[in-house]
């Protein structure tokens, strides 16, 4: 909304002020140049207060769900408790009504043990220490095009998948220790 003026019927127009006019509208241009400065000033401040008291409040619920995080039942659950419950998973993930999607590495989305090992530190080292969670080993082979085309694009894909699925399995082997390994393809 612009603030009203004597010379606001010229707007957009082709009048020409005369030299007594031009000084008046100096006049008011001045003026509200001087208002619009402090209101960018006052602007300027709102937002530097604003920009604290997003940080002060930022910093506040940081504490509060640090701390919240701390009283969670579950800290409190035993080891062993929790190495139990990771079988579980682990074994009612391995019923057939759970067929699992295979990502590009030819592994199982679906196991359930690596999405709990990615929860916390905590639980990762547990997940890590317990070599029968990676001991049913579920593999599906990436599947190549018609070998008899001559695809070196197609071709080099798979290989690579190969190789990341090669990686992946030594790995859970690896991790598998002295547990007897089920794998299956």
Known sequence: MNPPSPFSAFLNTNYIPSDREMGAIKSLVEDREAIASALANQIQEARQALATLEERYATHSNFIGGRTMLLS??????????????LICRDAMQQPQYPGNYNHRGT?????????SHVCSGWRR????????????????????????????????????????HSSVSTWISRASSSPITLRL
């Not at 409190?76 to 990771?86: E, G, K, W």
């Open 108 to 116: 199982s989305n679906s196991h359930v043990w690596v999405v709990l």
């Open 126 to 165: 547990l997940a890590l220490r317990t070599p029968s969670l990676w001991s049913q080993i579920h593999v599906e082979l990436p599947t190549l095009d018609d070998p008899r085309e001559n695809n070196a694009v197609a071709y080099a894909y798979w290989c690579m998948r190969m190789s990341a699925l």
């Open 73 to 86: 039942p579950i800290r409190r659950c035993p080891l062993d408790v929790l190495t139990l419950i990771f």
